[in-house]
């Protein structure tokens, strides 16, 4: 089995433990990552089971080495989970919070049904305040169904035959579940939209639990320095005047603390701990007339690697934060300044190191449905299939609106479960007015978007004109080289194979000269290069999927790559 070094020491008394919510910080929270014991039932069993198989170490899926089982469950099975928690009885309110779960979740606690969650990749939470025992011990079972490909919901690339670019299942908790105590009015939900030319943020905030009348005050702070401060009604929306405010961008990725306090006149309630970054992002014309992204009034080239995130020890879970954050440093490093997070959403941390170490994030809605090919008619889903892509896509947006690091949202990929495009297109704008919209990258274009993206392999191609809006390429490359002792398996396979470094650095460097003139000559707005690592049968990352071996010389990559970023684009 093919390890990371992060995988070969993960500790199951102390799995992730870090603080999963980074915008939203409390300090009354506690970790439930660690061992849980499972069962595999049929579907019909919709009752918890009375035994349960052995261990599972949470939050790595079944199917993955670290969890510890390694195990397919079918669309014709139940996974059920079981974890017993001392929670002391108090005067607060529980929320039982969960990153993640694939797909649809149901929670008992104390043999209370408290509610279901539909959706792969957004993180939700119960309120179990009203089942908790007055003794300290309860018990929490989760119980999971996940079709896979076997029905319309959203997947990306996992499919029950893994081949070529499709890989292995995920099932259940993949991301860290978490036990948070907060008062009986307390804030559930926060927005932060920056606005550099006005030098202001704006902040609102949604109230869970009981009703009531409070006061909602926002601080900002530059280190330890309080630079601004505003108080309001809790229903209002609050504008911080940021005074010279310095500016997020992959070069200069500043960040400002944010505290939030609920307030019942001089008493607070309730307190939360964020951050935000000033930034702004558009699509405008050079003084040619070529329509670039521009980044805090400034045309930057987006020039990035497409990231699947999948992990050879913990698939869709990376084995540890450490290993969230290498493989944004590693993209950094080698001189790319995007991330197109491809067809999965990460857990919050991830967005947080994007934001911290400071890189554009194309997100893309993971993919479902059947694939379409190029010229043919999009899907014609059901009514259900369509509803839930929207939901699913609505509680992507919802979910990572305050990150910065995140400047375009990718509807479609490919043809892959592709509908109703134009429709949906005005239906993602209207959720976030602030970020770019790509609504197909690749494939089969509608016209629509701030983008026209195509996909060449190896390329680079240019894509044809398109009125009013950029043109990117969104995805090309795929030069492949395999590493013995790093591979998920012997046979492999990639868009272009070479047998050694120097044949696959020039082959790269050819690349990166055919770009130059399709960025200053012909308007050329961004590239995205597949990919960051190998996965599984794919062998075409920059780096192996153990992520042990970089495959060319990190210097000599991020020369080429850095020169991309001085082609001259000359606006007025």
């Known amino acids: 089995m093919l390890m990371t070094q992060w995988g070969e020491t993960v500790n199951a008394d102390n799995v992730h433990p870090e603080y999963p919510r980074p915008q939203m910080v409390r300090d009354t929270w506690k970790n439930l990552n660690g061992l849980w014991e499972y069962a595999i039932t049929d579907r019909e069993q919709v009752t918890p089971p009375e035994s349960y198989e052995g261990n599972i170490l949470v939050p790595f899926p079944i199917e993955s080495a670290l969890s510890g089982v390694t195990?397919?469950?079918?669309?014709?099975?139940?996974?059920?989970?079981?974890?017993?928690?001392?929670?002391?009885?108090?005067?607060?309110?529980?929320?039982?919070?969960?990153?993640?779960?694939?797909?649809?979740?149901?929670?008992?606690?104390?043999?209370?049904?408290?509610?279901?969650?539909?959706?792969?990749?957004?993180?939700?939470?119960f309120d179990i305040t009203g089942a908790l025992n007055n003794t300290a011990e309860q018990e929490i079972i989760v119980q999971v169904w996940d079709p896979t490909d076997e029905a319309f919901q959203p997947r990306g690339k996992q499919v029950?035959?893994?081949?070529?670019?499709?890989?292995?299942?995920?099932?259940?908790?993949?991301?860290?579940?978490?036990?948070?105590?907060?008062?009986?009015?307390?804030?559930?939900?926060?927005?932060?939209?920056?606005?550099?030319?006005?030098?202001?943020?704006?902040?609102?905030?949604?109230?869970?639990?009981?009703?009531?009348?409070?006061?909602?005050?926002?601080?900002?702070?530059?280190?330890?320095?309080?630079?601004a401060e505003v108080s309001d009604s809790a229903e209002a929306t609050l504008t911080l005047n940021i005074e010279n405010a310095k500016r997020w961008s992959p070069e200069s990725p500043f960040l400002y603390d944010l505290t939030i306090k609920l307030l019942e006149g001089d008493l607070v309630i309730d307190r939360i701990g964020s951050y935000f970054g000033m930034r702004k992002v558009e699509i405008l014309p050079d003084s040619g007339g070529a329509l670039r992204i521009f980044l805090n009034n400034e045309p930057v080239f987006n020039y990035g690697l497409l990231d699947q995130g999948f992990f050879p020890d913990g698939l869709y879970t990376a084995p540890s934060d450490e290993a969230l954050r290498y493989d944004i440093e590693m993209t950094k490093q080698l001189g790319f300044n995007t991330i197109r997070k491809h067809v999965k959403v990460e857990p919050a941390r991830w967005y947080y190191w994007a934001d911290k170490l400071g890189v554009l994030v194309w997100q893309d809605m993971p993919s479902s449905g059947e694939n379409i090919r190029v010229g043919q008619p999009e899907m014609v889903r059901t009514e259900e299939s369509a509803a839930q892509f929207k939901r699913e896509y609505r509680h992507m947006?919802?979910?990572?609106?305050?990150?910065?690091?995140?400047?375009?949202?990718?509807?479609?990929?490919?043809?892959?479960?592709?509908?109703?495009?134009?429709?949906?297109?005005?239906?993602?704008?209207?959720?976030?007015?602030?970020?770019?919209?790509?609504?197909?990258?690749?494939?089969?274009?509608m016209g629509v978007g701030h983008m026209h993206d195509i996909h060449a392999y190896p390329g680079p191609e240019m894509p044809p004109a398109s009125p009013g809006r950029a043109l990117v390429l969104g995805e090309f490359g795929g030069l492949g080289l395999s590493v013995e002792g790093h591979m998920w398996q012997s046979d492999f396979w990639g868009y272009r194979a070479y047998l050694d470094v120097p044949s696959l650095t020039s082959a790269y460097a050819d690349l990166i000269n055919a770009l130059r003139p399709m960025i200053s000559e012909q308007g050329l707005a961004a590239a995205i290069y597949t990919q960051t690592t190998d996965v599984e049968t794919e062998a075409n990352g920059m780096m192996t999927y153990d992520r042990a071996v970089t495959k060319m010389d990190v210097n000599t990559i991020r020369t080429l790559n850095e020169s991309l970023y001085d082609v001259v684009i000359q606006v007025d």
């Not at 017993?84 to 209370?112: M, Y």
């Not at 479609?412 to 990258?441: K, M």
């Open 160 to 227: 029950n035959t893994p081949e070529s670019i499709w890989y292995t299942p995920i099932t259940g908790i993949w991301q860290t579940v978490w036990l948070e105590s907060v008062p009986q009015s307390y804030i559930a939900e926060l927005r932060l939209i920056p606005n550099i030319d006005n030098s202001t943020l704006q902040v609102s905030i949604k109230l869970g639990g009981a009703g009531g009348s409070y006061t909602i005050q926002a601080q900002a702070f530059d280190g330890e320095h309080l630079i």
């Open 71 to 125: 195990r397919r469950v079918s669309a014709s099975e139940m996974l059920w989970y079981r974890r017993k928690v001392e929670i002391q009885p108090s005067d607060e309110r529980v929320l039982l919070h969960f990153g993640a779960v694939d797909w649809e979740a149901t929670v008992w606690v104390n043999g209370n049904k408290i509610g279901t969650h539909r959706g792969g990749y957004d993180p939700f939470s």
């Open 397 to 445: 947006v919802e979910a990572l609106f305050n990150y910065p690091s995140i400047i375009v949202w990718v509807v479609f990929n490919e043809g892959w479960g592709q509908f109703d495009t134009v429709n949906v297109s005005t239906f993602a704008e209207s959720l976030d007015s602030t970020r770019l919209i790509n609504s197909v990258t690749g494939w089969n274009d």
